[in-house]
């Protein structure tokens, strides 16, 4: 593998030269005289703005973004509730004694604390006068880009959904639900940047793990650098030039021109990239092995040229491989066999936790193997005779799974199920870096067929990718 730690050390570099430039350019003094003019919210209205919206980015009041920006508040648009301090006063009684000893009673007035609710609003909810920016959406395409998504969602800590995200916010990370959100429909580049800033922070910034409230927020600015500085070197290595957005938007997260998180995360930076990037290569590697030594099922063992069918499953002309070539005996042959696939993932619930996204080692540390006890069948459907594993999965990871599918991408400690009317099904578990064989699984599921009704009424749509499959179960 190539020398990384050498070149995130000159990555950091060209990095902090970057974001110097920013701190020079009009553009940061035009920054810097909108941000000043947004109200400074408390911790605790941090928390409200971004549970009721969590991609707001900039909030004002009705009359703030009226007055003061120039934009007018969206009609129909909720408002963001948060609470504003309002003081009051009250008379209190007491009694004194003079120097004589005698008593009279005065009243004292004192001034009191109460919050009442008030409604903000997100830039995005607004329309008008366009507010000065220090980041440009990245716009360029990626190399091999499907190849480089299935990549990194192999490697991330949690599973990763693309969907619609309400305000300007690229993505996030929640690890109360372990999963990764980006937006969909950006660019190529810029989602490659956006998956790897949200990656980083699944892997370094687990809030649940932190002793107070108060370090989530002084360490904020901290996570953010980190996580972008992360961004900015690993897309570089996958051929991803982000600096017009990545030295902007750590500047605005910067406490001061000399980088004060930037310098004391230096060590952080540098090895996360270095550990991200190694990752990266590990299942590029791994996949190029899979695909070319994946053993067949049983029905191909007897092939003449079975290694021509490999790409991680079966390929169903090989059913009839002894046959003489061009035989309409072996056109026949092929066209009465169908070939069918059930997702499984583990059910919900904490009884699950120590399983989910657990790679197969893991999982035999903790004493175990897959059982069908835990998992719920998410999915079915029929396949083309070409279709291998890891069509189904790439298509239940990108943009193009079916619509009526409603479990999760596809991911670690996920099981494919795969037969056919001529052979007993394969049972294949998502691993870190691969699929691994699960035999008894397959009995399992062989086993539960038979016994759930209506198992035999299942109609299965073909296709050639397993994007229009049909079939949900166990919704």
């Given at each position: 593998?190539?020398?990384?730690?050498?070149?995130?050390?000159?990555?950091?570099?060209?990095?902090?030269?970057?974001?110097?430039?920013?701190?020079?350019?009009?553009?940061?003094?035009?920054?810097?005289?909108?941000?000043?003019?947004?109200?400074?919210?408390?911790?605790?209205?941090?928390?409200?703005?971004?549970?009721?919206r969590p991609g707001a980015t900039a909030v004002a009041g009705f009359n703030t973004w009226k007055?003061?920006?120039?934009?007018?508040?969206?009609?129909?648009?909720?408002?963001?509730?948060?609470?504003a301090p309002v003081s009051y006063k009250y008379d209190v009684e007491r009694e004194v004694v003079d120097n004589e000893g005698n008593k009279t009673k005065e009243t004292a007035t004192h001034t009191g604390l109460t919050f009442r609710p008030v409604y903000v609003f997100d830039v995005s909810q607004t329309s008008g006068k366009e507010l000065p920016r220090l980041v440009d959406e990245l716009q360029a395409g990626v190399t091999d880009y499907g190849s480089v998504l299935i990549t990194l969602?192999?490697?991330?800590?949690?599973?990763?959904?693309f969907k619609d995200i309400a305000g300007s916010a690229k993505g996030y990370c929640s690890f109360a639900e372990e999963k990764i959100v980006v937006k969909r429909d950006m660019s190529e580049s810029q989602t490659v940047k956006t998956l790897l800033h949200e990656m980083a922070h699944a892997e370094l910034h687990d809030r649940k793990t932190r002793p107070t409230p108060e370090a989530n927020a002084l360490g904020r600015r901290t996570e953010e650098v980190e996580a972008e500085s992360i961004a900015y070197m690993v897309g570089s290595y996958l051929g991803i030039d982000s600096s017009e957005y990545t030295f902007g938007y750590i500047a605005a997260w910067s406490s001061g021109k000399d980088l004060p998180e930037l310098r004391a995360s230096l060590s952080t930076i540098q090895?996360?990239?270095?550990n991200i990037i190694e990752k990266i290569q590990q299942a590029r590697e791994a996949t190029k092995s899979r695909l070319g030594e994946m053993p067949l099922p049983n029905e191909t063992e007897r092939a003449e040229d079975a290694r021509e069918q490999v790409r991680g499953e079966v390929r169903q002309e090989s059913l009839s491989a002894g046959m003489a070539a061009g035989s309409s005996t072996k056109r026949d042959h092929v066209a009465s066999v169908e070939r069918t696939y059930t997702i499984y993932q583990l059910?919900?619930?904490?009884?699950?936790?120590?399983?989910?996204?657990?790679s197969m080692a893991s999982l035999k540390q903790q004493g175990e193997e897959p059982e069908m006890k835990n998992y719920r069948r998410a999915y079915s459907g029929t396949l083309e005779a070409t279709t291998t594993l890891d069509n189904i999965y790439e298509t239940f990871n990108l943009l193009n799974r079916p619509a009526d599918f409603t479990g999760h991408s596809l991911s670690v400690s996920d099981i494919v199920v795969l037969e056919s009317n001529h052979t007993a099904?394969?049972?294949?578990?998502?691993?870190?870096?691969?699929?691994?064989?699960?035999?008894?699984?397959?009995?399992?599921?062989?086993?539960?067929?038979?016994?759930?009704?209506?198992?035999?009424g299942h109609q299965h749509k073909k296709t050639s990718t397993a994007r229009d499959t049909k079939q949900n179960i166990d919704r």
């Open positions: 593998m190539e020398n990384t730690k050498d070149k995130t050390k000159h990555l950091v570099q060209k990095l902090e030269e970057g974001i110097k430039d920013v701190f020079t350019s009009e553009r940061w003094t035009q920054y810097l005289s909108t941000a000043a003019k947004f109200h400074k919210y408390s911790y605790g209205n941090i928390i409200l703005i971004s549970q009721q007055n003061t920006f120039g934009r007018t508040v969206n009609k129909g648009e909720k408002g963001i509730a948060i609470l969602k192999a490697v991330a800590r949690f599973p990763v959904e090895t996360h990239s270095h059910a919900p619930g904490e009884a699950n936790r120590s399983r989910r996204w657990a099904p394969s049972a294949h578990y998502i691993d870190d870096l691969g699929f691994v064989s699960c035999p008894s699984f397959a009995t399992a599921h062989e086993h539960q067929k038979y016994r759930t009704a209506g198992y035999h």
